[in-house]
């Protein structure tokens, strides 16, 4: 980035909460089914139909808010925000304005610039204040076919209509593209931990808006900021942000103005388009919603909640440090998924080596899912098997080499690390008399290099190392080989 230039961003994340219902009536949250095929008078927004709301939600939104340090409000109202769209047949979507469910979160994160290549530099904490996390509904879907202009068609899908959504709103706290890169991810990570939301882009069930302004160095107020949308990754996002760093900066050095308005991000283009700008914004008329009482939510609901969650990421990371003496990179790999973290602590207790099993799952066992295009669940090698092969190496009878083609076996047939070993009589030769004996036979079919290394050749240690491998088909412990050698050499 240009020096003399400081970003703001804010950042917008809509979650949708793993309800199997909808939060205001019993219609399937299940997307993929036939359009419309989810749908009643309430979502349909037909008149006279009354909401309810889904108690699921206030659980999940309780999760969501207590993963992230929210404060939640005893007593919260919904609202009535009102605008005009074909997917939003209600002419108004219940949200939550002035008194939303929770306020407050202060957010430890750790965040790192990037090289060029995309690798982190150093890792370092920051805080991010989470002004609020309000529950509102989803709206439907416009689905558009054809060519425009010549036989465009559009569909009105009301399937998504009435989906629980969590809105996560942060102050305007971040400096970089980064800094927002790596909260996103780690507010992902953290409402999968908690059960409240598969947040997975991709699939739009966490969905993301990044407000971004620059102004110069010293400047005491905040520039205008510019809406980004159609973030479909944290990669995209990250991407989009960037863009605009440059635009907004090149636009007022060459004497213009950064106008408040909406744009698009277009992954193809790599570049950002205006959507909307401000003098077409809404004014959304918010009131409260006269079909629904406040949310009354007590004290000893949210202790329940509270006791209800698993331990959290960063507490778990912390552990993993200590207990299992990792480095901070290693432990945050480690917690980035919950499975993946219950995993390790599987293996780690049943390999007695916590760091083996550490590089081991984030090397060989990462490598093996990613290129099976496989979950940590899905994985056929167990945790206790990746510990008794770390015991295998640990205690001599198979090399690290032999390990990995054994691990491989293991997450292609989930057999156990001792049969396959077994099976392919790999076991390694550890018996001194067997190894001494090719030993002695190597020195007595080498008498010149025996000669020449005797007159001071030290490299020719490897040349005897190699041939008694050979001799015992790769099977010799190489560190029982290595001392008899040496000892054999000298005599
Ligand atoms: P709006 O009413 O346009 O939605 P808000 O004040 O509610 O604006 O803020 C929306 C988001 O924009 C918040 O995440 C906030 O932190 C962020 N934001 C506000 N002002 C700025 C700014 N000047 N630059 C960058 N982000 C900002
Ligand atoms: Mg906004
Ligand atoms: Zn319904």
Known sequence: MKSGWETVIGLEIHAQLSTESKIFCGCSTKFGDEPNANTCPVCLGLPGALPVLNRRVIELGARAALALTLRVNERSIFARKNYFYPDLPKGYQISQFDRPFSEQGELEIMTAERDEGGHPREWRPMKVRITRLHLEEDAGKNVHEGLPDVDRYSYVDLNRAGTPLAEIVTEPDFRSSWEAYDYVNHVRHALQWVGACEADMEKGNLRCEANV???????????????????????????????????????????????????????????????????????????????????????????????????????????????????????????????????????????????????????????????????????????????????????????????????????????????????????????????????????????????????????????????????????????????????????
């Open 213 to 491: 302004s620059v102004r110069r160095i010293g400047d005491e107020n905040f520039g205008t900021k510019v809406e980004l949308k159609n973030l479909n990754s944290v990669r995209f996002m990250q991407r989009a942000i960037e863009y605009e760093i440059e635009r907004q900066i090149e636009l007022i050095e060459s004497g213009g103005q950064v106008r408040q308005e909406t744009r698009l991000w277009n992954e193809h283009a790599a570049e950002t388009r205006v959507m909307r700008s401000k003098e077409e914004a809404h004014d959304y008329r918010y009131f409260p919603e006269p079909d629904l009482p406040p949310l009354i939510v007590g004290a000893e609901f949210i202790e329940q909640v509270r006791n209800s969650l698993p331990e959290l990421p960063d507490t778990r990371r912390n552990r993993f440090m200590q207990e299992y003496d990792l480095s901070y990179n290693d432990a945050s790999q480690l917690v980035s998924e919950r499975a993946l973290a219950d995993y390790y602590e599987q293996a780690a207790k049943a390999s007695a080596n916590p760091r083996a099993a550490g590089n081991w799952i984030r090397s060989e066992l990462l490598r093996e899912l990613e290129t099976a295009n496989q979950t940590v669940a899905e994985c056929l090698a167990s945790p206790d098997e990746l510990g008794a092969l770390i015991r295998l190496i640990d205690e001599g009878k198979i090399s690290g080499k032999q390990a990995k083609e054994v691990f491989i076996e293991m997450c292609a047939s989930g057999k156990g690390a001792a049969a396959i070993v077994a099976e392919r009589g790999m076991a390694q030769l550890s018996d001194t008399g067997e190894i001494d004996s090719a030993i002695d036979e190597v020195i007595a079919a080498s008498p010149n290099q025996l000669e020449q290394y005797r007159a001071g050749k030290e490299a020719l240690f490897g040349f005897f190392v190699g041939q008694v491998m050979k001799a015992t088909k790769g099977k010799a412990n190489p560190k029982i080989v290595n001392e008899r050698l040496r000892e054999k050499l000298k005599a």
